[in-house]
């Protein structure tokens, strides 16, 4: 993996707890992105960044929020979890914008 | 919106060329991708082309595009049972994000 790092790589929370998932990275790429990975869905963008404390939504974005206050590190929070936001989250950087890489994911499971 | 499709499963045997399908409907796609996903862990960038080329090799991979009918194949030689993996096609205009299709499962059988 391309020098990111998730955690914690595995969470179960209950629900209506506020969770927050870290992704860092240390190859200085101006873009970073959250995923989540789904059965029958394939990974669908949750929020990318394109800079420090620019953020744009994806496709499923409600129900989360996103932070990046460093180059290297953008957030992501589940205000109060729910059991549909049980998923693998992956963070993923690009350079260009284009050709991005992943980081190994972090389990959630929302009880 | 954008849409990429690729079909679910394919089974092949160890040695056998495997061709895995995906098309894509969004015209302005500049580059054009495939990740490999072993299981527990995140995509590994296998290869891309752009939009422009029609063919890419790279060792034991092949990449075919038809621009026309919006078709993106990526052929495996010679497959080993580490080829076992889910396949993701994905395409982008050439910046910010990434559309992705479901994934095909791939199972290599000795």
């Known amino acids: 993996d391309a020098g990111i790092t998730q955690s914690p790589r595995h969470k179960v929370t209950e629900t209506g707890t506020p969770v927050t998932l870290r992704c860092h990275q240390t190859?200085?790429?101006?873009?970073m992105y959250w995923y989540r990975q789904d059965p029958g869905h394939g990974l669908r963008l949750i929020h990318y960044?394109?800079?420090?404390?620019?953020?744009d939504k994806g496709e499923v974005s409600d129900g989360y929020s996103v932070s990046r206050s460093k180059t290297e590190d953008f957030l992501l929070t589940l205000e109060s979890a729910t059991s549909s936001q049980t998923s693998v989250y992956f963070c993923?950087?690009?350079?260009?914008?284009?050709?991005?890489?992943f980081g190994p994911g972090t389990r959630l499971t929302v009880t | 919106g954008e849409d990429v499709e690729q079909s679910l499963f394919l089974s092949v045997r160890e040695g056998d060329s495997s061709v895995i399908n995906c098309t894509y409907t969004?015209?302005?796609?500049?580059?054009l991708y495939w990740y490999k996903q072993e299981p527990g862990a995140g995509l590994q960038l296998l290869t891309y082309?752009?939009?422009?080329?029609d063919m890419k090799q790279d060792q034991r991979l092949t990449v075919l595009l038809n621009k026309k009918d919006k078709h993106l194949s990526l052929r495996i030689a010679d497959t080993q049972t580490g080829d076992s993996a889910i396949y993701f096609c994905?395409?982008?205009?050439?910046?910010?994000?990434?559309?992705f299709g479901k994934g095909t499962m791939l199972l290599v059988s000795p």
């Open positions: 993923a950087i690009s350079e260009g914008g284009s050709e991005q890489y």
């Open positions: 190859e200085n790429h101006r873009y």
């Open positions: 960044s394109y800079g420090v404390k620019d953020t």
């Open positions: 969004d015209s302005s796609s500049t580059y």
């Open positions: 082309i752009f939009s422009n080329m």
């Open positions: 994905a395409e982008s205009p050439g910046y910010s994000t990434l559309t």
